[in-house]
C-alpha cells in the first residue's frame, strides 16, 4: 500500500468512515475487484472479496459499481442482487429494483460508431471487440505481438473515424472510442448527488477511472488498484489481492451503522 496524497492518510479516512452516518463504497470491476481472464466472460471476483463486500452491505455500506461493462452483464456477473450499477461509463443505469436506463447518443456518434464496428468486423477481429452503448472497444491484452500490433493499427484508422463528441481512450491491453457526455465521473456526480453527507471512497484501475478520482469531494477517497503504480489522481495505491482484500475487511469490519427507528 502506498499513500500517494500527503493531506490524506487510509488511517485518517477510516476514522472518519467509523463515525460517518452514510457510508457509500463504489467501485469498477474488471481489473479492479477481478483480475483480467484471456476471455472478459470469464473474470472472476478475487477469492474472499464477495464475502467482504456482503458483510459490508449487512454492516450498512451502500455499494454501487460503475463499469465499462454493460450495466445487466455485471449484474448477472455479481454473486449478490439489488446493486446499483452504472454501466458502460455511465451512458446505463441499472437501479437496485433492475430497472434500465440507457441516456440517448447523438445522430452523428452512433452513426460514427456503427461505421466503426463495421470496420473492425470486415478486417477479421470481431472477436477482439467489444460494442457497448455509446462505446466500441477493441481488446489486444491477451495477443501475439504480431496480432497486437495489427489491433494497434486498427485502432490508429479507427480514430480517423471520430466525430464531434467522441473519444479514443487507451486502457491497459486495448483502445476504446466512446461518447465524451458522459463517463466514470459523471456517473459518480450523479450518485453523490443523491447522497450528499455520504463519506465515499471509489476504488479503479486504469484511466478510465480517473474521471471518477477527479469527482470525489475533498474528503473522498480515491484508491487505484492494479499491480502496478501509474501517474493517477487517485490518493492511495493498493496491489491486489492482498492489500485490496485488507482494505475491504479493514471497511467490512467497521461497527455496524445504527438502524433507523420504526414509526408506530
Do not use: C
Not at 96 to 124: F, I, R
Not at 137 to 162: C, F, N, S, V
Not at 186 to 209: Q, S
Amino acid at each position: 500500500m502506498k499513500e500517494l496524497a500527503p493531506a490524506k492518510t487510509l488511517d485518517g479516512f477510516f476514522f472518519d468512515l467509523a463515525r460517518a452516518r452514510t457510508r457509500l463504497l463504489v467501485l469498477d470491476y474488471d481489473g479492479t475487484l477481478a483480475p483480467f481472464a484471456m476471455r472478459r466472460e470469464d473474470a472472476q471476483l478475487y477469492p474472499g472479496v464477495a464475502s467482504l463486500l456482503e458483510t459490508a452491505m449487512s454492516r450498512g455500506t451502500e455499494i454501487v459499481f460503475i463499469t465499462g461493462r454493460p450495466a445487466r452483464e455485471l449484474a448477472d456477473r455479481l454473486p449478490f442482487s439489488g446493486i446499483e450499477i452504472f454501466g458502460a461509463h455511465g451512458y446505463e443505469h441499472l437501479a437496485a429494483n433492475g430497472t434500465l436506463t440507457q441516456k440517448s447518443l447523438p445522430a452523428p456518434v452512433e452513426a460514427a460508431l456503427s461505421k466503426m464496428d463495421q470496420m473492425v468486423v470486415t478486417s477479421g477481429y470481431a472477436y477482439a471487440r467489444e460494442r457497448k452503448h455509446g462505446t466500441l472497444a477493441i481488446h489486444w491484452r491477451h495477443e501475439e505481438a504480431p496480432t497486437r500490433r495489427a489491433l494497434k493499427e486498427l485502432g490508429a484508422q479507427l480514430q480517423g473515424q471520430l466525430t464531434a463528441g467522441m473519444q479514443a481512450l487507451p486502457f491497459d491491453g486495448g483502445l476504446e472510442f466512446r461518447a465524451i457526455d458522459h463517463h466514470k465521473g459523471t456517473a459518480l456526480a450523479n450518485l453523490l448527488d443523491r447522497h450528499p453527507n455520504a463519506h465515499v471512497a471509489y476504488l479503479g484501475d486504469d484511466t478510465t477511472d480517473e474521471d471518477a478520482f477527479a469527482a470525489l469531494p475533498p474528503e473522498g477517497l480515491g484508491v487505484l488498484v492494479r499491480p502496478e503504480l501509474r501517474e493517477t489522481q487517485a490518493d492511495i495505491w493498493l496491489k491486489p489481492p492482498e492489500e485490496l482484500r485488507g482494505f475491504l475487511s479493514r471497511w467490512a469490519t467497521l461497527a455496524p451503522l445504527p438502524q433507523p427507528r420504526r414509526a408506530y
